[in-house]
């Protein structure tokens, strides 16, 4: 398998591109908060194996101060002592609604997610989750690679 780019990705469909990038962009700015956005970003992207979304969002919760040592137990959150109860209900939910349609474990993660957020923060955490999930796909099937040089304000 070769692990060479297929086509440069901003290259192409720039309309699709830009709404992709609103998108995200949207999402960060919403009532959830940065940090917690980039958290459930870097999970979804640990779990789907996105080498690319997952350099970019760790080193954006690093630049946000967080601890690299609580970053790199995100695979093992459920373990991890430093995660608040909404973080882990984001992070649940997070990781049920990626293992759609596979696995739906929706139901055990529903009551901790209504404790600790309004509809409309459970919205805006399904558009997070759809979001980075289109990333991941867009980025492991073109085989697009983790930059040696982050681009510029990335």
Not at 60 to 68: A, F, I, R, S, T
Not at 80 to 107: I, K
Request: charged fraction near 20%.
């Amino acid at each position: 398998m070769s692990h060479a780019a297929r086509i440069n990705l901003f290259s192409h469909a720039p309309a699709n591109l830009k709404a992709m990038i609103n998108l995200s962009h949207t999402n960060k700015k919403g009532a959830l908060g940065e940090r917690l956005v980039e958290l459930v970003q870097l999970r979804v992207s640990l779990v789907n194996g996105c080498g690319v979304c997952i350099d970019m969002h760790w080193r954006e919760l690093v630049k946000q101060g967080l601890d690299p040592r609580h970053l790199n137990a995100i695979g093992a959150w459920r373990e991890a002592p430093w995660f608040s109860e909404r973080e882990r209900a984001a992070l649940a939910w997070a990781d049920a609604v990626n293992a759609l349609p596979h696995r739906d474990d929706t139901d055990a993660a529903w009551p901790a997610l209504r404790e600790h957020f309004t509809d409309a923060e459970i919205a805006e955490l399904g558009y997070t989750i759809a979001a980075i999930r289109g990333w991941n796909a867009i980025n492991l099937s073109l085989r697009n690679q983790i930059p040696e040089q982050p681009a510029p304000g990335m």
